[in-house]
C-alpha cells in the first residue's frame, strides 16, 4: 500500500440506528497468529461452488517472493532487480498453467518497469471481470505482506481456476501492477492506456492490497456496494462483520480504475493504523497495535503474515470470482417470499409458537387482518417464543427479512431495557428490541439476511419480560424476501 494519502475524494456512509440494537456475531477462531487457519463454515454461503484455495500453496509464493528479495539486495522495488524476478515468477506460473500473457511498459513511472496482465480463455470479450495486486514493495525490505500477499493470493487463484477450466460466462483478467509505491503509477498508466470502449467493458476491478497483516482485520473497498457483495458474502458466511477499508482510501491501485467511473471493491487486512478495542474483542488480536507492525519495515518477511487472515482472503476471492463468472458458481435465483403464513391469518402452521401467541385478541389489533403474534404482556417473569424454519435460496442478490412490531409498556424508564424481544437466525442474533422501543403504532423492521443464502435455517422470536410492569410485543407481516 502507498504510505500517503492520494487526494482522493472520499465518500462515507454513517448509519444512524437509535431504535434497533444490533449485537455483534462472536468469532470463536483464536485471535491471527502465522500457522492458525481458519476453514469455511460447512453449508455456508461460502461452500456453495469456489474451490478451497490452499493457503500453504499461497504461502509457498510468499516463500519465493522472499527468497527472491534476499537473493537481489534484500526488497522487490518497482525497476530493481527484485521486481523484475518477481515478475517473471509469476508470469513464467501463468504461461505453463495457459494464460494469455503480457507485459505493459509504464514509461511514466517513477521507476520505469512492467506491469503484468493475463487473461483466461472463455467468457466474451466485452463483460471482464479484473483481480489486481501491486507487485512492487518498497526498498526498505522484501514486501511479503505490502504486497507479495495480494499477488501471491492472486497468483494462486489463477492457478486454480485454469486447473479446474470451468465454463466462463465472463472475460477473467488478471493484472499485477509496478510502481504502486511511487504513487499508483502502474495502475494508473494501464487505466489511462484504456479506451472508453475498453473502460465499459470492465464490469468490475477487485483489488487486494496487504491480505494477511499479522494483527490484522477484515476490511472491504465500497463495503456496502453491490460490487462488494460477493466479497462481503463469503467474510459474513464465517461471522466475521467486516468493516468499510477507511485506511486504504485513495491509497491503492483501486483509485484510478473508480476515478474512470470502473466499479471497484476488494480485501485489505490493515497497515500502520491500529487496532481498536471493539475489532479486537471481534476478531481477536491485539488492540491499540497496528493492524501490521512491520508495515514498509525490513521486518516485512514471510514471518509478519497471519495464516488465518490470509486464508480467508484466497478463499473469498475464489468465491467472488466463482459467482461473478463461472457458469454455475451462482445457483439461479429462485427468488420471492420465503416465509409461510407471515400474517398469521392461516392458524398456527408452519409456525412453532408458545400457547396463545398467535392470536385475533381485540385487545392488541393486528396490523393487516386480524391475526398476530403477541408475546409477553404479563407483567411477571415469562419467556415466549416464536419460530420457523426457512430455506434461504442461493443465488439472489438480495435477502431481505421484514416484519413489523408495535411495543407497548408499562415500563416508565428511559434507560433501562428491561423487558427484550431477541430475533435470530440458527444461532446469531440479528437484533434486540425493548421496552426502550415502546411506539403507540407499528414499526417496520428490515434486516441484511444474505449470509444465510442456500441455507435452512431457524428464524426465532423470543420474548422476555421480567417480574414487574408489562411489555407487549406484538409481531405482524413477516416476510423473507430474496431478489
Same mark, same amino acid.
Given at each position: 500500500?502507498?504510505?500517503?494519502?492520494?487526494?482522493?475524494?472520499?465518500?462515507?456512509?454513517?448509519?444512524?440506528?437509535?431504535?434497533?440494537?444490533?449485537?455483534?456475531?462472536?468469532?470463536?477462531?483464536?485471535? $491471527?497468529?502465522?500457522?492458525?487457519?481458519?476453514?469455511?463454515?460447512?453449508?455456508?454461503?461460502?461452500?456453495?461452488?469456489? %474451490?478451497?484455495?490452499?493457503?500453504?500453496?499461497?504461502?509457498?509464493?510468499?516463500?519465493?517472493?522472499?527468497? @527472491?528479495?534476499?537473493?537481489? !539486495?534484500?526488497?522487490?522495488?518497482?525497476?530493481?532487480?527484485?521486481?523484475?524476478?518477481?515478475?517473471?515468477?509469476?508470469?513464467?506460473?501463468?504461461?505453463?498453467? =495457459?494464460?494469455? /500473457?503480457?507485459?505493459?511498459?509504464?514509461?511514466?513511472? &517513477?521507476?520505469?518497469?512492467?506491469?503484468?496482465?493475463?487473461?483466461?480463455?472463455?467468457?466474451?470479450?466485452?463483460?471482464?471481470?479484473?483481480?489486481?495486486?501491486?507487485?512492487?514493495?518498497?526498498?526498505?525490505?522484501?514486501?511479503?505482506?505490502?504486497?507479495?500477499? !495480494?499477488?501471491?493470493?492472486? #497468483?494462486?487463484?489463477?492457478?486454480?481456476?485454469?486447473?479446474?477450466?470451468?465454463?466462463?460466462?465472463?472475460?477473467?483478467?488478471?493484472?499485477?501492477?509496478?510502481?504502486?509505491?511511487?504513487?499508483?503509477? !502502474?495502475?494508473?498508466?494501464?487505466?489511462?492506456?484504456?479506451?472508453?470502449?475498453?473502460?465499459?467493458?470492465?464490469?468490475?476491478?477487485?483489488?487486494?492490497?496487504?491480505?494477511?497483516?499479522?494483527?490484522?482485520?477484515?476490511? @472491504?473497498?465500497?463495503?456496502?456496494?453491490?460490487?462488494?457483495? %460477493?466479497?462481503?458474502?463469503?467474510?459474513?458466511?464465517? !461471522?466475521?462483520?467486516?468493516?468499510?477499508?477507511?485506511?486504504?482510501?485513495?491509497?491503492?491501485?483501486?483509485?484510478?480504475?473508480?476515478?474512470?467511473?470502473?466499479?471497484?471493491?476488494?480485501?485489505?487486512?490493515?497497515?500502520?493504523?491500529?487496532?481498536?478495542?471493539?475489532?479486537?474483542?471481534?476478531?481477536?488480536?491485539?488492540?491499540?497495535?497496528?493492524?501490521? %507492525?512491520?508495515?514498509?519495515?525490513?521486518?516485512? &518477511?514471510?514471518?509478519?503474515?497471519?495464516?488465518?487472515? #490470509?486464508?480467508?482472503?484466497?478463499?473469498?476471492?475464489?468465491?467472488?470470482?466463482?459467482?461473478?463468472?463461472?457458469?454455475?458458481?451462482?445457483?439461479?435465483?429462485?427468488?420471492?417470499?420465503?416465509?409461510?403464513? =407471515?400474517?398469521?391469518?392461516?392458524?398456527?402452521? $408452519?409456525?412453532?409458537?408458545?400457547?396463545?401467541?398467535?392470536?385475533?385478541?381485540?385487545?392488541? $389489533?393486528?396490523?393487516?387482518?386480524?391475526?398476530?403474534?403477541?408475546?409477553?404482556?404479563?407483567?411477571? &417473569?415469562?419467556?415466549?417464543?416464536?419460530?420457523?424454519?426457512?430455506?434461504?435460496?442461493?443465488?439472489?442478490?438480495? *435477502?431481505?427479512?421484514?416484519?413489523?412490531?408495535?411495543?407497548?409498556?408499562?415500563?416508565?424508564?428511559?434507560?433501562?431495557?428491561?423487558?427484550?424481544?431477541? /430475533?435470530?437466525?440458527?444461532? &446469531?442474533?440479528?437484533?434486540?428490541?425493548?421496552?426502550?422501543?415502546?411506539?403507540?403504532? *407499528?414499526?417496520?423492521?428490515?434486516?441484511?439476511?444474505?449470509?444465510?443464502?442456500?441455507?435452512?435455517?431457524?428464524?426465532?422470536?423470543?420474548?422476555?419480560?421480567?417480574?414487574?410492569?408489562?411489555?407487549?410485543?406484538?409481531?405482524?407481516?413477516?416476510?423473507?424476501?430474496?431478489?
Amino acid at each position: 500500500m502507498r504510505g500517503r494519502t492520494l487526494s482522493a475524494r472520499v465518500a462515507l456512509a454513517v448509519f444512524a440506528a437509535t431504535t434497533v440494537t444490533l449485537a455483534a456475531q462472536p468469532v470463536t477462531a483464536s485471535p $491471527p497468529t502465522a500457522t492458525t487457519v481458519a476453514r469455511p463454515i460447512a453449508g455456508s454461503v461460502a461452500a456453495l461452488a469456489a %474451490p478451497d484455495i490452499s493457503v500453504s500453496n499461497v504461502q509457498a509464493h510468499l516463500t519465493q517472493f522472499n527468497a @527472491i528479495a534476499t537473493s537481489n !539486495g534484500g526488497n522487490r522495488r518497482a525497476g530493481s532487480a527484485g521486481y523484475t524476478a518477481s515478475l517473471n515468477y509469476v508470469k513464467t506460473r501463468l504461461q505453463s498453467a =495457459g494464460y494469455t /500473457v503480457s507485459e505493459q511498459y509504464c514509461s511514466s513511472c &517513477t521507476y520505469p518497469s512492467n506491469n503484468l496482465i493475463a487473461e483466461w480463455p472463455g467468457g466474451p470479450a466485452d463483460q471482464v471481470v479484473m483481480f489486481g495486486a501491486h507487485l512492487d514493495g518498497v526498498s526498505a525490505g522484501p514486501g511479503i505482506n505490502d504486497n507479495a500477499t !495480494g499477488s501471491a493470493t492472486l #497468483l494462486e487463484n489463477a492457478l486454480v481456476l485454469a486447473a479446474q477450466n470451468p465454463t466462463m460466462t465472463k472475460k477473467v483478467r488478471f493484472a499485477w501492477w509496478t510502481d504502486e509505491e511511487q504513487g499508483l503509477n !502502474g495502475s494508473r498508466f494501464y487505466v489511462n492506456s484504456l479506451s472508453s470502449t475498453q473502460r465499459g467493458y470492465i464490469k468490475g476491478y477487485y483489488n487486494f492490497d496487504m491480505v494477511g497483516s499479522v494483527n490484522g482485520g477484515y476490511f @472491504i473497498n465500497r463495503v456496502t456496494s453491490t460490487t462488494a457483495a %460477493p466479497l462481503k458474502a463469503y467474510w459474513d458466511s464465517l !461471522g466475521l462483520q467486516p468493516e468499510e477499508n477507511v485506511e486504504g482510501q485513495g491509497r491503492s491501485d483501486d483509485y484510478y480504475f473508480q476515478q474512470a467511473g470502473i466499479p471497484t471493491s476488494g480485501y485489505a487486512a490493515g497497515a500502520s493504523a491500529r487496532k481498536t478495542s471493539a475489532q479486537a474483542a471481534k476478531w481477536g488480536g491485539t488492540a491499540n497495535s497496528a493492524y501490521d %507492525p512491520c508495515y514498509h519495515r525490513s521486518c516485512d &518477511t514471510t514471518a509478519n503474515v497471519s495464516a488465518t487472515v #490470509l486464508n480467508r482472503a484466497a478463499d473469498g476471492v475464489a468465491y467472488a470470482l466463482w459467482q461473478l463468472a463461472v457458469s454455475g458458481g451462482t445457483p439461479s435465483c429462485t427468488g420471492g417470499q420465503v416465509i409461510g403464513n =407471515g400474517g398469521f391469518e392461516s392458524g398456527t402452521t $408452519p409456525w412453532t409458537a408458545s400457547s396463545g401467541v398467535i392470536t385475533n385478541s381485540s385487545s392488541k $389489533p393486528a396490523r393487516t387482518g386480524s391475526y398476530k403474534a403477541w408475546l409477553n404482556g404479563y407483567g411477571s &417473569t415469562r419467556t415466549e417464543t416464536l419460530s420457523q424454519s426457512v430455506t434461504v435460496p442461493a443465488g439472489c442478490a438480495s *435477502y431481505t427479512l421484514s416484519f413489523w412490531t408495535r411495543i407497548d409498556t408499562a415500563e416508565t424508564t428511559t434507560s433501562t431495557a428491561y423487558d427484550k424481544l431477541t /430475533v435470530r437466525m440458527g444461532s &446469531t442474533t440479528l437484533a434486540t428490541y425493548s421496552n426502550l422501543n415502546a411506539s403507540s403504532s *407499528y414499526v417496520q423492521r428490515t434486516l441484511n439476511v444474505a449470509a444465510y443464502a442456500g441455507q435452512t435455517v431457524t428464524l426465532t422470536f423470543t420474548g422476555t419480560e421480567d417480574s414487574s410492569l408489562q411489555t407487549s410485543f406484538v409481531i405482524d407481516d413477516v416476510t423473507l424476501q430474496a431478489s
